[in-house]
Structure formats: C-alpha cells, structure tokens
C-alpha cells in the first residue's frame, strides 16, 4: 500500500490539491465521508472541498442562479441549469462546479440521469460558475485552467466577499476577462455585481423586479 492510498483509507486533506492517481481520486471520493464534498481531478492531483456554511455563500449561490433564469425569461433564451453537477473524462480531468448551464440551441445537448456526465459521450456546459469565499484563488487560477482544457465556453468566479464577479471567455484552450457574457448574450457582468450588492439589503422578489427593469430598458 502506498501512502496516499493509506491516506485514503483514513482521511485526507481537504480545500487542497493532493497528488494521487485517477483510481485514487475514485475510491477518495467513493468514501462516505465526502459525499456532500466537492470534487475535483486536474493533472494528477485531486482536490475534495467541503461544503461552505456561509449565509452569503448560499445567498449569492442561489441569487446568480436566479438572475440567470430571469435573463433567459425576458430574453426567451432557452437555458438548462445544473447545481453541483460532476462533469468527467474518464481518467483525465473532473469539476463539479456550483452552478453551470446548457445555453440556447446547445440545451438539447444536456445530461439527463442519475450519473456523473461523461464528457466523452456528451458536451460541456456552457457556462460553468464557482462561488468563491475561501477558495478564490484556487477558483481563479488552477480550477480556470481545469475549464479551459475541459473545453467550457465560459467560466465565472463570483467572490463572496467583495460581491464581484471575475467572468472569463474560453477559447483555444486559454482565456481572457469579458465585461459582457458571450453565451447570455450582452449580460453585463457589472449589472449582475449590481443585484449581488442589492441582493445584502434586500430581498430576492426586489432585487429580481430591479433586474428585470434593467434588461428589458437594454434590450
């Protein structure tokens, strides 16, 4: 027995990336007590995070998800949402994001069923977002670079603590900040920071008419 599989058997750390083979990664996140985990496998290294307790963790978690599900309302944009969703190459690479999507004419490529996506039989989200408390910069840099090579079109870091969002477009396998969202057509990343910042003095229901107001006077 080698010693991370020693490490495995008892426990391993958490919040942080440990070396260890893709079997590895497997039977870590086969134990039982990760399966309320995050989890991750990019380059030989695996990553199991434990799930935030923060109110303003879970608050800006679900208010991105709504505001994202008003945009394609008003905007009669098909969207598909997935929460805490594993995409996976077998042996390679996996995320489970906290929140991604399936956007437009590419919704009838979503998963269905009660397994992990396999990124080799079906296609990546197109957006993928992390919200980040403690583990922003793990969010911004080594995660950015496990979603650029899993090929999602976009990705964006929501941080918790200064209510602001880092989003980046992907393409040939790098990225680069955007002011705007490419796959939710001209949704400025500013006017989602705006509803966050409402969003610690008020309520859903105000802060969703408030952004509504805002993109039906942009359209």
């Not at 590419?106 to 009660?114: A, D, I, K, L, T």
Request: negative net charge.
């Amino acid at each position: 027995m080698n010693k991370l599989q020693g490490k495995l058997q008892l426990k391993i750390p958490t919040d942080t990336w440990v070396t260890a083979s893709w079997d590895d990664y497997v039977n870590a996140t086969a134990n039982s007590d990760y399966q309320k985990a995050k989890c991750y496998y990019y380059s030989g290294q695996l990553r199991i995070e434990m799930p935030p307790v923060g109110a303003n963790h879970a608050d800006d978690n679900n208010i991105v998800a709504v505001l994202i599900s008003l945009f394609g309302v008003v905007r009669n944009l098909p969207i598909r949402g997935f929460t805490n969703c594993s995409y996976r190459r077998v042996g390679i690479k996996e995320c489970q994001p906290d929140i991604s999507y399936y956007i437009g004419d590419r919704v009838q490529f979503s998963p269905q069923g009660s397994s992990i996506v396999d990124l080799d039989l079906t296609h990546p989200p197109d957006l993928a977002i992390e919200v980040a408390d403690s583990s922003w910069a793990d969010d911004i840099g080594k995660k950015r670079l496990l979603y650029e090579e899993l090929g999602i079109a976009e990705y964006w870091v929501v941080d918790v603590r200064n209510t602001r969002i880092l989003a980046f477009t992907i393409a040939n396998n790098g990225s680069y900040r955007i002011d705007r969202s490419q796959v939710l057509p001209e949704l400025s990343i500013v006017l989602l920071e705006q509803a966050l910042q409402r969003s610690r003095q008020t309520d859903n229901s105000q802060v969703g008419n408030w952004f509504i107001t805002q993109i039906q006077d942009s359209a």
